[in-house]
């Protein structure tokens, strides 16, 4: 049975919740991440911020606008040793693209479980072993 | 004038057809980096779109014998190249989708010619001056 812990990415990066949304562009630009997860001062995670939730500050002045105006609020849980087929379900019954995997104690972020690593992970295929993994001959 | 599809959007469109098996989907997204592959019919009409967490309904099956025309979403939303930024940036929020398949205005009208992803907007929105996000461009003389 594979679980979350094999297939998630550990490590998140994060931002503050008083983080501008044009900084948390240039995170995700930098980063090439598609979201951010948002903390408050003592480093419990609040939510996570995605792509579509800065599309909703598309127009306005992207440094007036912090992190914590379009977060969305951090709901669902999953432990690292929860089976993939947990988080999978999850991932399409709350139809989002990111599922933060939180440490038991104190509620802070451990990991991350995107729709694109579970592809990933369908494909056969782990970082950087793609070239190796497809037969480019005909 | 309003800021259009055509400037941010990208030209060509990853494809596959409706025969092709999920396994080959995941690579090609894989391999490309992205989170869609349009699925097209064998006139090169869209026939649908896969997307990352649509590939999720495939798991625990064979993914060599099941193909894109199983899980494919039929109902592509799709805009053209000179639609106003704003208006396709409030369908993708309303749909909550992060993609938008671009189609020419003049016929063919059911071939994909691009694609604006919810990703190309935020590197915009990182990289560009706050005039340059406002909806209407200063008239340049």
């Known amino acids: 049975m594979t679980r979350v812990r094999e297939v998630m990415h550990r490590g998140v990066i994060t931002c503050h919740l008083q983080t501008p949304i044009k900084e948390v562009a240039q995170i995700m630009d930098a980063n090439r991440i598609r979201s951010v997860v948002v903390t408050d001062d003592e480093g419990a995670v609040c939510g996570i911020v995605s ?61 991350i479980l995107t729709t694109f690593d579970v592809v990933q992970h369908m494909a056969g295929m782990q970082a950087g072993t793609y070239r190796s993994s497809i037969d480019w001959k005909d | 004038m309003p800021k ?52 999720l309904k495939a798991w625990g099956r064979d993914l060599d014998k099941t193909k894109a025309k199983d899980i494919l979403l039929p109902h592509t939303v799709t805009t053209t190249p000179d639609t106003p930024l704003a208006d396709a940036i409030k369908e993708m929020k309303r749909r909550r989708i992060q993609h938008l398949v671009i189609v020419s205005a003049r016929p063919p009208h059911k071939q994909a010619v691009g694609i604006l992803s919810a990703s190309d907007l935020v590197v915009h929105m990182a990289r560009s001056k706050p005039k340059d996000l406002t909806t209407k461009r200063e008239e340049k003389r």
């Not at chain 1, 598309?58 to 992190?67: C, N, R």
């Not at chain 1, 969305?72 to 690292?80: C, L, M, R």
């Not at chain 2, 349009?38 to 649509?54: K, L, P, W, Y």
């Open chain 2, 4 to 55: 259009l599809v055509r400037e941010l959007m990208r030209r060509g469109a990853l494809t596959c057809t409706l025969d092709t098996s999920i396994k080959e989907v995941a690579q090609i997204m894989v391999v490309n980096r992205t989170r869609y592959v349009v699925v097209t019919d064998e006139h090169n009409a869209i026939a649908g779109i896969i997307s990352a967490r649509s590939i």
């Open chain 1, 51 to 111: 792509l579509i939730s800065i599309l909703k500050a598309w127009g306005k002045d992207l440094t007036k606008i912090t992190a914590e105006d379009i977060l969305q609020p951090y709901t669902v849980t999953i432990s690292p040793e929860s089976p993939i087929e947990e988080a999978i379900k999850l991932l399409q019954k709350k139809r989002i693209e990111h599922l933060v995997i939180v440490s038991p104690e104190g509620r802070r972020a451990v990991g």
